[in-house]
């Protein structure tokens, strides 16, 4: 582990009981830091001759539901967000909403993940976190049949593939990650405090750009398992991933395999974007955010089956 991580590590928050804020720009003051580009919600930085990006959470937030490029400023972004705020829908990194956030993720890396060492990905209570894992891995086909009566579908007998194979079984979709808070780096923010994720570099291409109907069986099950995995636990606990397609509305037909939110390889499949989820148990009347995640558990619904009779 280098230095670096070293320092990521022991400044992270790992619970909603143990935030504190660091400065973070001091300890990364002895690298390179590059800007990569910016998405809605932050922006994103490469730690130069590391394996390392660093997303900070904005506060001028980057909204883009007609006009790309459309910039809210930060008077007009906090009005929006006191209105939506009351509806039960937050988007600035405030310290609720941060630890609101990280909770959210430790229950999705309980399905999505599969930290089986430190070295893959450390957390004080990693072995605990891993077992949970174990266990929705272990029993994932014990569900089918009340899956298939809760989102009324019929899942190909193809599914039982998932099992058999202990790779794409324990498959790990997380990169390894911290989560931090403290006061900005970019000129932007203007030195307020927000959450800064220090997340593994992952290579390869974005799922938007790959047809998933002829990738190889091995990434066609991974896929097949994404979408299994997103099913169970939005039938278990109500939470849906943000899988938004890069072009919201133009795409609004394809809230799943057409995002730019995971990256896709030879051997591999993985979540970048871990910090924005769908709580469908606590939506208020507000439309759009109770339809998006229809929109993603739609596409996931039609898509298992599609993919499994090309196996």
């Known amino acids: 582990m280098n230095t670096l991580e070293e320092s ?111 070295k893959r990905y450390y957390h004080p209570d990693r072995e605990v976190i891993s077992l949970a894992q174990v266990s929705i891995r272990d029993t994932l086909l014990n569900y089918r049949v009340q899956l298939e009566e809760f989102y009324n579908i019929k899942l190909d007998d193809k599914i039982n593939l998932l099992h058999e ?9 997380l990169p390894k990650e911290y989560l931090l808070a403290g006061k900005s780096i970019s000129k932007q923010n203007k030195g307020r405090v927000t959450s800064f994720i220090f997340q593994e570099f992952v290579k390869g291409d974005l799922l938007h750009d790959v047809d998933e ?39 609004a037909y394809n ?20 910090r924005w989820f769908y709580d469908t148990k606590n939506f208020s009347y507000l439309i759009l955010p109770s339809v998006i995640p229809k929109l993603a558990i739609r596409k996931a619904k039609t898509s298992i089956n599609k993919i499994l009779k090309t196996i």
Not at 53 to 82: C, H, Q, Y
Not at 165 to 173: A, E, G, P, S, W
Not at 213 to 229: A, E, F, I, T
Not at 255 to 273: E, G, P, Y
Request: hydrophobic residues 40%; glycine residues 2%.
């Open 165 to 173: 194979d202990k790779d794409i079984r324990y498959h790990n979709f």
């Open 255 to 274: 809230w799943l395999t057409k995002t730019d939110n995971v990256i896709i390889s030879k051997n591999d499949v993985k979540f970048i974007d871990t």
């Open 8 to 118: 990521i590590r022991d400044n992270a928050i790992y619970s909603k009981d143990s935030y504190k804020e660091t400065d973070v720009a001091s300890f990364l003051s002895d690298f390179k830091i590059t800007k990569k580009y910016a998405g809605q919600l932050s922006r994103v930085f490469e730690v130069e001759k590391t394996n390392w990006l660093v997303k900070e959470a904005k506060w001028d937030v980057k909204f883009e539901p007609f006009k790309p490029g459309l910039t809210i400023p930060s008077k007009i972004a906090a009005f929006l967000d006191n209105l939506l705020g009351q509806l039960a829908f937050s988007f600035l990194p405030k310290k609720k909403e941060i630890l609101r956030q990280y909770e959210l993720y430790l229950l999705f890396s309980q399905y999505f993940g599969f930290f089986d060492s430190d």
């Open 213 to 251: 109907m002829v990738v190889s069986k091995d990434q066609k099950l991974r896929l097949v398992l994404m979408m299994y995995l997103l099913l169970l636990m939005n039938m278990q606990t109500g939470v849906v991933p943000d899988t938004r397609p890069r072009y919201n509305f133009f795409q």
